[in-house]
DNA sequence: AACGTTACTGGTAACGTTTCCAAAATCATC
DNA sequence: GATGATTTTGGAAACGTTACCAGTAACGTT
């Protein structure tokens, strides 16, 4: 015999089916003896109960999956990494689902929801700008990280959100620049447009010029096919032939470095050619030469938001909510002032 | 009625369970017009099986698991999203566990296989050294990716593995800076000793030496307490405030990364006062400064290897495999002829 | 037209749990 | 020690599939 069954262990502890399912589920009508007699049957036999079973019953399974566009990137790595570490301490189990840019995260999710019964879902990453109509096709809670929301459609109790308020910290960039005498500004972002990350970003770069009464300048601003870094250097390549600029803003560390590439490469320095800031934080900043000045998201602390948030749904207790964390600013060598 | 079932589509398709069963798992058996009949009726109503109840008779669960030592390892990330890719494409569902570096990743595998039926195990980027003994424990094929088990313990035809030979590529790292002319080459490895991936490509590095007549010195090698770059940065200076070397061969690419921040960082220039070498090619290494010299593990091939040798396995043809890949030299820009 | 093949179909018993319900045991009260 | 209340128990019906088995329909063959 491979694996043992309840029954097993209902005859080998000389009780019942029923008696054993409640100890293993910690039902308190039953007898201390009987407690005891099966707990140790169980440890004895390493006994592990079927998941498959026992979801086949409770109607819906254990697990949370995690859609995250662009696992590469080294920002989500972290997140992912306490995310995992939280749902299973929440005695959860997570599958991770990788979308391409070019995948639709809510068929994505509604497919592996159907088949596998979800609790939840956590989103990674996207842009997730979906009508009510179209979010109806998840019928379970889920919470959106590094992603706000903040103009869609969809109405805020109908999902939670983890971020940070990304136009915010993109002025607060951007302002260091300023602050630091620069004018000519370029800003390095994505291409999807919309309601994305990179708009809510570009929109607070657009804010900061104009609250300083720096006049914009559409020939400074040049957007990548993609978060990738291949992409952001050929989109910087660009940007740099076209115009002059004492500072840029990225939308991305991972940018940020493709960008200080591309101008090592083309025998400019940083920061004394140019300045650079960015934001997301991830370790590498710190390796790449200069390091980078950056607004550090806090990612385990929005991980652990995310699960919390997910965790207390789905025990009924708690209602959607949408979170918006602080950035924190770590200084590289990377910004000079003019 | 929130979810359909079989036998739901069954009525509405006017034939049996049986049938909707057989067409769905494509047996050969059904008829053409029974066949459009269901298949129409799932499309409209866009069933999905109940994964739970399917995997109960099974008597397995469709999953195969992945257990890493170290997500945030670029390399590792990277591998990760070819392998949900193909694992997906097979057929299967992915699970994703993260282990630290003190976990045990058999225990692991072991805890989450009976819970979950799983249908088979990657291990991503661990020691693996146990006793057949121990192994025993796993009832399911499992492949190691990325770790050759070359002395271990391990029968060869219990498991299977895809990986660079370890010992050779580092030979071949080193040989290159030797034939550049250098004579004091140190290493940066990592701590764990015995049958680790750290001490193959530590093997491969004095015997480099051996062959090329260079005298080993133990003042030359240090070891870091993890693959993390930040125990690679102190690691690596220890090594510079010891002693004297015109040229560094690094365990792994991100290793390489976190000593040439410390160069820069004590004012020395790579490849003028200290050339550089390393294994893995992680996207990465394109975009430092100098661009690192490298030898790329074929990630994307690793991956699908893997999963096509596990895949192979549960569908009962083919045998425990033990694949070798070759690097691919990546000239960078970090190593200069002296 | 009777027969044997073959192609297809539907009924039903698993699979290993949980949960409901009723029965049994225990306890408290008079 | 009889009664009712309470705690603890076990039996059995789900849950939604698959796979076996028996049966029916269709088709040639003689």
């Known amino acids: 015999m491979t694996h043992l069954t309840i029954k097993d262990i209902a005859k080998l502890s000389g009780t019942s089916v029923s008696t054993v399912s409640r100890v293993?589920?910690?039902?308190?009508?039953?007898?201390?003896?009987?407690?005891?007699?099966?707990?140790?049957?169980v440890e004895q036999y390493r006994?592990?109960?079927?998941?498959?079973?026992?979801?086949?019953v409770i109607r819906?399974?254990?697990?949370?999956?995690?859609?995250?566009?662009?696992?590469?990137?080294p920002f989500f790595t972290r997140i992912i990494k306490t995310i995992e570490r939280a749902i299973y301490s929440e005695g959860y189990s997570m599958s991770l689902h990788q979308i391409g840019s070019s995948d639709d995260e809510l068929m994505t999710a509604a497919m592996v929801e159907r088949e596998k019964r979800l609790k939840g879902i956590i989103f990674l990453g996207?842009?997730?700008?979906?009508?009510?109509?179209?979010?109806?096709?998840?019928?379970?809670?889920?919470?959106c990280c590094t992603y706000s929301n903040t103009f869609g459609a969809l109405e805020r109790d109908r999902f939670s959100s983890v971020a940070i308020d990304d136009k915010r910290e993109a002025y607060r960039a951007v302002r260091l620049l300023l602050e630091r005498g620069h004018r000519r500004i370029a800003a390095l972002i994505e291409a999807e447009d919309g309601d994305s990350i990179s708009q809510l970003r570009y929109e607070g770069y657009q804010e900061a010029l104009a609250d300083a009464g720096v006049p914009f300048d559409p020939e400074l601003v040049e957007a990548a096919g993609?978060?990738?870094?291949?992409?952001?250097?050929?989109a910087m390549a660009r940007l740099q032939e076209r115009t002059r600029f004492t500072a840029l803003f990225a939308i991305s560390?991972?940018?940020?470095?493709?960008?200080?590439?591309?101008?090592?490469?083309?025998?400019?320095?940083?920061?004394?050619?140019?300045?650079?800031?960015?934001?997301d934080g991830i370790e590498l900043t710190n390796y790449c030469v200069p390091t980078l000045t950056t607004l550090e998201q806090?990612?385990?602390?929005?991980?652990?938001?995310?699960?919390?948030?997910?965790?207390?749904?789905l025990r009924g207790d708690g209602k959607n909510r949408h979170v918006f964390m602080e950035t924190r600013l770590r200084e590289g060598a990377s910004v000079r002032s003019v």
Do not use: W
């Not at 201390?32 to 099966?38: I, L, P, Y």
């Not at 006994?47 to 086949?56: D, E, I, M, Q």
């Not at 993609?226 to 050929?234: N, P």
């Open 126 to 143: 996207g842009r997730f700008n979906y009508s009510p109509e179209d979010v109806a096709m998840l019928r379970i809670p889920f919470v």
């Open 226 to 234: 993609s978060f990738e870094m291949e992409d952001a250097y050929s």
């Open 47 to 56: 006994y592990v109960p079927n998941n498959s079973a026992r979801n086949l």
């Open 24 to 41: 293993l589920n910690n039902h308190p009508d039953v007898s201390e003896k009987a407690r005891a007699q099966v707990m140790e049957t």
């Open 253 to 279: 560390d991972a940018m940020a470095m493709a960008a200080m590439k591309l101008l090592f490469d083309r025998r400019l320095r940083v920061p004394e050619d140019c300045s650079l800031i960015a934001i």
């Open 298 to 313: 806090p990612a385990d602390e929005m991980a652990l938001a995310c699960v919390k948030i997910l965790v207390s749904l």
């Open 60 to 73: 819906e399974s254990d697990t949370i999956a995690v859609v995250v566009r662009g696992i590469a990137n």
